[in-house]
């Protein structure tokens, strides 16, 4: 039979996203979701909007959102781009900030596993840098390797290390070339480096509202750079889809961000939860990496991570293992709430015994 797929279609590797079974009710803690909901006045947001309004399209300029992103951020509301989902800002920023066939995007060997995608799916080469032994990042190396431009996660996935901001500062300066920071987890180690991009006009940071603002169902990220690199973003934008977020999302976000106290007390929670399960994790002979975000990633002594994760998912619990060479040992499992962490190390009793 003749096939109609293009070469891309029929050869590229997509991205595997954490599976959402359906099967029956697990404890789930595999694609590091917030276990809180979202901000009462996200919620008043919701209820108020006019719902005859969705007749029309999305405000196009998303001026309320931005203002929202801005006032929250302590930046000017045009050094913000909005997109649906902060995967489609790092999808974006590959067309945006990278030529086709050209010097090639780098990024760490054991990151955020999209990358590789993005670089495959935009024919950007791919500069491939392993991290240390220890897991950690080797600035020097990625500013020493020879790309357009460089993309790093802070705190890093699955591995949850973070860099302190004074070393991200003076790998912006050292580059002179585009540095795109995913920030998906910042909140959660409050080092980010949004602040910066007033002075070095090649920093993109990216967020997003699905972990630390509990919307992963509203689809919504942000990126902070200087208005001339949100203008690159903005045009490719428009070559796909020029209403990527839609006018419910744009009222509910906006309410979200403005809502720092009740957002701070969620990330505090589990902030020390982190530190708890960390701690009740040990006990029962597993070693974990330093983290700085709302995850653990953890391998034990005894067992492999494909036997971890079995286990658990047989009790109840999901929690993600990644086949990658380096990693395979580990279990990345996200920290819940102080009942889901519960069941976790319950989970983890049982099965040890
Ligand atoms: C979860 C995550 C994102 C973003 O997700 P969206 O839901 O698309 O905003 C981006 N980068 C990393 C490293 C993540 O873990």
């Known amino acids: 039979m003749k096939n109609f ?5 029929r050869e590229i590797s997509p991205y595997t996203a954490g599976e959402q079974p359906s099967d029956k009710k697990y404890v789930k803690l595999n694609t590091n979701e917030n276990p809180y909901p979202p901000s009462p006045k996200a919620l008043e947001a919701y209820r108020g909007f006019d719902f005859s309004s969705l007749k029309l399209y999305p ?3 998303m001026r309320g959102l931005k203002d929202a992103i801005a006032a929250a951020e302590g930046v000017t509301s045009d050094c913000i781009f909005c997109g649906n989902g902060s995967d489609e800002i790092l999808a974006l920023c590959f067309p945006a900030f990278f030529d086709e066939g050209g010097k090639g995007a780098a990024f760490a060997d054991v990151t955020y596993s999209f990358y590789p995608v993005f670089a495959s799916f935009f024919k950007v080469p791919a500069r491939i840098v392993p991290l240390r032994e220890d897991f950690t990042l080797d600035l020097a190396a990625l500013t020493a390797a020879p790309a357009q431009g460089v993309i790093v996660a802070n705190p890093n996935a699955p591995t949850g290390i973070g860099i302190p901001l004074a070393e991200i500062e003076k790998f912006v300066a050292e580059n002179d070339r585009i540095v795109i920071l995913d920030e998906a987890y910042m909140a959660f180690y409050g080092q980010s480096a949004v602040q910066l991009i007033k002075k070095y006009k090649n920093l993109v940071v990216v967020k997003t509202f699905s972990k630390s603002y509990s919307l ?3 689809r919504c990220g942000y990126a902070v750079a200087d208005p001339s690199l949100i203008a690159g973003l903005e045009r490719c934008r428009d070559c796909f889809n020029s209403y ?5 999302c744009q009222a509910v976000c906006a309410a979200a961000i403005a809502d720092s106290k009740y957002y701070g007390k969620c990330t505090a929670r589990i902030v020390s939860e982190r530190e708890r399960v960390g701690r009740e994790l040990a006990a029962r002979g ?3 990496l330093p983290s700085s975000a709302n995850f653990v990633f953890a391998k034990h002594e005894a067992l492999s991570g494909g036997e971890v994760y079995a286990r658990l998912r047989d009790r109840g619990v999901l929690v993600r293992h990644f086949k990658g060479e380096r990693i395979s040992d580990f279990c990345r499992i996200t920290i819940g709430s102080f009942e889901e962490n519960n069941a976790l190390l319950a989970a983890a009793d049982d099965l040890l015994r």
């Open 216 to 218: 992963a169902g509203m």
């Open 5 to 9: 797929l293009s070469k891309t279609a």
């Open 286 to 288: 597993f070693t974990m």
């Open 244 to 248: 990527p977020v839609d006018s419910v």
């Open 59 to 61: 405000p196009l300029q």
